[in-house]
């Protein structure tokens, strides 16, 4: 059983399309993350939820909405792709007091 | 955001231990060191944790300098499959949805 998986695996759209990539954990983890792994493999954070309430939202273009169904889920919502949105996106989750976070395959969004 | 600095790149031969170093000379008290490791096309996937004192695991130990300010990841037998990017990272204790702030990482190229 995969821990966290993320959907689809990668991602190929044209500019200015509307797009979700969907997450899900069977952990049973509190908090849950998406993280953004640009061309130069540099791994920065976007967002962070805990119990489906917003924690950590650093300063991404509001072109980007997390949406928390349940704790189990957290999914990406981006409207008006750029080229500059191309990327791996990470989908992680993480226990309350706990320090191994989990984190999920991927997704390659490629924006043409 | 906490930094932490470490060398771009490290090699090792296989069967040999490998020795990761990492500077966070601006940690706090609380601060926890996490090492994870991202092989390629793959999610980052933790590796190991600790306070002060030297931990251990199965996959391998962590070393902390007594002032905190530094500290090392030691494989002890490094095999083909350990070749990944090693990130040290140093968190805020107590709040498991603290966000994990990810650097360049050192990349480790094990020879056969």
């Known amino acids: 059983d995969t821990a966290v998986s993320q959907t689809p695996k990668y991602l190929v759209t044209q500019m200015g399309n509307d797009k979700s990539i969907k997450c899900e954990q069977n952990?049973?983890?509190?908090?849950m993350y998406w993280y953004k792994q640009d061309s130069k493999k540099f791994l920065k954070i976007m967002f962070s939820?805990?119990?489906?309430?917003?924690?950590i939202n650093e300063t991404v273009p509001n072109r980007f909405s997390p949406k928390s169904p349940d704790k189990a889920h957290l999914n990406l919502h981006i409207n008006s792709l750029e080229l500059g949105d191309s990327a791996v996106y990470f989908c992680?989750?993480?226990?309350?007091?706990?320090?191994?976070?989990?984190f999920g395959q991927g997704t390659r969004l490629t924006v043409v | 955001d906490a930094k932490t600095t470490q060398p771009n790149s490290m090699e090792s031969n296989e069967e040999e231990p490998v020795h990761l170093p990492c500077n966070h000379s601006?940690?706090?008290?609380?601060?926890?060191i996490h090492w994870y490791r991202q092989l390629p096309s793959q999610g980052p996937e933790y590796v190991i944790h600790g306070l002060t004192s030297n931990v251990n695991n199965r996959m391998a130990s962590l070393a902390i300098a007594e002032d905190r300010k530094s500290s090392t990841l030691i494989l002890h037998r490094a095999t083909l499959r350990d070749a990944a990017v090693y990130y040290c990272?140093?968190?805020?204790?107590?709040?498991?949805?603290?966000?994990?702030?990810f650097g360049q990482g050192t990349i480790l190229t094990v020879h056969p």
């Open positions: 939820y805990n119990n489906k309430e917003l924690i």
């Open positions: 992680a989750s993480r226990p309350a007091g706990g320090a191994e976070a989990f």
């Open positions: 952990l049973g983890h509190d908090t």
């Open positions: 601006t940690i706090s008290g609380t601060d926890y």
């Open positions: 990272i140093h968190n805020a204790g107590g709040t498991s949805y603290g966000k994990l702030t």
